[in-house]
C-alpha cells in the first residue's frame, strides 16, 4: 500500500515536472521566434542539464533541438558555431528516434537537409578524433581478454556451487535427524502437541486481524487515492474555468476600451468621463470661446455633377484633414451639418489663447483648400460666451448654444471664399502678429449691423 502511496506521489511529480519542461520549451521557442538566439541558447543548455539530472530523455532531447536551433539559426554565429548546431540537431535526431518520437525526427531531419545537403544524423569523426581512436585496442584483444575472463569466473562459480551442494547435503541430514528428533519427541509428549495446536489457533487469530488490517488499510489507500483524484480534476477543473474567466476578462477589457474610445471620439475626455462616472454631462457656460463655421462654395451644384459616392468621399476626405487641422491646433470640433463644418476653442477647458488657435487654425484650412480641386469654403469666425453640454438620452452630441454661434454663422456667410473674415470681438483677442483688414459693416439676420474684419497672417 505504502508503495502505491509513494509511485502515485512520484507519478503526479513527473507529470508536474513535464508541464513545466514543456512550458520552458515553449517560452524558449518564442525566443526564437523574436530572434533572442543568446538566451534562447542559455536556456537550451539549462533544458538539456534539466533532462539529465532528471533523467528524462524527451527534454534533452528536446533541450539539445533548441539549442541547434539557435545556433544555426542566428545571422551572427560563427561558422564554428553553426557546426556545433548540426551537431546539436543530430544528437537530438539521434534521441528522438530512441524515444519513437518520428515527427520530431522528421523535422530535424528537414532541417539538416537544408542546413547540409543531406538527411544524414551520423556525426562525422575529426582526423584528430580518429587517430586517438587508433590507440584504442582493436576489438579482437578485447574479445580475446573478456572471453577468459568469463571462463574464470564461470569457473569460480562452478567451484562454489560444488562447495555449495555438500553444504547444502550436511544440512539437509541434519534437518532430517532434528526431523525425526521433533517426530519422536511428539509422539511422547502429547501436551507438547496441544500447546503447538493452541500456538497455531493464535497465530491463525493473528493472521485474521492482519488480513482485517490489511484490507483497511487498502481500503483507505483507495480512499486517499480517490481523494486525490477528486483534488486533482478539481485542481484541473478550477485552472480551465480561471483560464476561461480571464479570455472573458480579456475580451471585456477589450470592448471597454473600444467603448471609451468611441465615446471619446464623440464627446471631449472631460466630457465623456464625467457622463461615464455620473450617467450624465451638466451644461457649463463659458464667458469667452472662439466659434468657427466654414461653408464650400457651389456644393450644390457639385453634386449634382457627382455621384453620392464620389461626392461623400472627397467630402470625408476633406473634412478629416480639417479634423486633423483642429486637433493641431488643440481646438473641439463640434459637428457637421451638410457641408458646414463648426468648431470651437477655449473649451472644455478654458483658456485664453483661444482665438489665436482658432485663426491659426482657418488660415491652415484656407491653405490645405488652395490644393484642393473641389472644394473652396467661406470661414467666419466670432469670439464671445456660450453654453455647452450633453442633452438628450439616446445618441450623445456635445453641442453649443448661444447668440455667438449665430454671429459666427453671419460672418461666414457674409465673407468672402478663400478668406477668413473675424468680428470686432475677435480682432481684439489677436496679437500684433496677424495683419487684419477692415472689410466694412454687414446687416446681420436677426442680429443687426455687424462689423467685420479679414485676416492673414504677418510676416
Known sequence: MLTLL???????????????YSNQVMVIEAMLEEANYRAAKAQSQALIKSGEEAQLPLVKAEGHRLLGR???ESKQATAKERVAGI????????????ERKGEAVED??????KLTGNRKTETVELPSARKRRSKIPNADSINEASLSAIVSVQNQTITALNDSQVRQMLQLQEQERELDALAFQILNDSILLIQQESVIDRQQAVVQQEKLRRNFLLALAGGILLVLASLYFRFRSSKRYQAKLEEQNQIISRERKRSDELLRNILPATVAEELKTKGKATARSYPSVSVLFADFKGFSALASTLDPETLVSLLDETFRAFDEIVRKHRLEKIKTI????MCAGGLPEPDTDHAERMVRAALDIQAYLETNDYFKARI???????????????????????DTVNQAAR????????????????????????????AGTFDAKNIGPMERFFVRQGN
Open 6 to 20: 509513494i509511485f502515485l506521489l512520484t507519478a503526479l511529480s513527473v507529470f508536474g515536472q513535464t508541464n513545466d
Open 70 to 72: 539557435a545556433l544555426t
Open 87 to 98: 551537431r546539436e540537431l543530430k544528437l537530438a535526431a539521434q534521441l528522438f528516434r530512441k
Open 108 to 113: 530535424i531531419l528537414g532541417r539538416l537537409e
Open 338 to 341: 451638410g457641408d458646414c463644418y
Open 380 to 402: 467666419g469666425i466670432h469670439s464671445g460666451p456660450v453654453v455647452a453640454g450633453v442633452v438628450g438620452q439616446d445618441k450623445f452630441v456635445y453641442d453649443i448654444w448661444g
Open 411 to 438: 460672418l461666414e456667410a457674409a465673407g468672402d471664399v478663400g478668406r477668413v473674415a473675424i468680428s470686432q470681438t475677435t480682432k481684439e483677442l489677436l496679437p500684433d502678429t496677424f495683419v487684419v483688414e477692415p
